[in-house]
């Protein structure tokens, strides 16, 4: 069973994005396209017991302009999925 994150769009410093085979307590974090360093803040569990559904992630004032992606992890920790880059202004 392959997890997917979606992308879909920022708007207002609020990343909207869509997942599916995301079991609860998967945990999506944000990660500097850069330099491949995942962000402490925000990061976002799953509570729904759906495998599939939206999430909208309000950026913090201490994320910075440039780009960055998605990524899943399960609840051990590892990485299950991968969004497209998308920039922050």
Same mark, same amino acid.
Do not use: C, W
């Given at each position: 069973?392959? /997890?997917?994150?979606?992308?879909?769009?920022?708007?207002?410093? &609020?990343? /909207?994005?869509?997942? $599916?085979?995301?079991?609860?307590?998967?945990? &999506? &974090?944000?990660? +500097?396209?850069?330099? +491949? $360093?995942? %962000?402490?803040?925000?990061?976002?569990?799953?509570? /729904?017991?759906?495998?599939?559904? /939206?999430? $909208?992630?309000? %950026?913090?004032?201490?994320?910075?302009?440039?780009?960055?992606?998605?990524?899943? %992890?399960?609840?051990?920790?590892?990485?299950?999925?991968?969004? &497209?880059?998308?920039?922050?202004?």
């Amino acid at each position: 069973m392959n /997890s997917i994150i979606n992308y879909v769009e920022i708007e207002n410093r &609020v990343v /909207s994005a869509t997942y $599916r085979n995301l079991m609860i307590g998967a945990k &999506v &974090v944000l990660v +500097d396209k850069t330099n +491949d $360093r995942q %962000l402490t803040d925000p990061i976002t569990t799953i509570a /729904s017991p759906a495998p599939a559904g /939206s999430l $909208r992630i309000r %950026l913090p004032a201490t994320v910075e302009p440039g780009d960055y992606y998605l990524k899943a %992890l399960n609840g051990h920790g590892a990485p299950v999925a991968q969004s &497209v880059g998308f920039h922050v202004g």
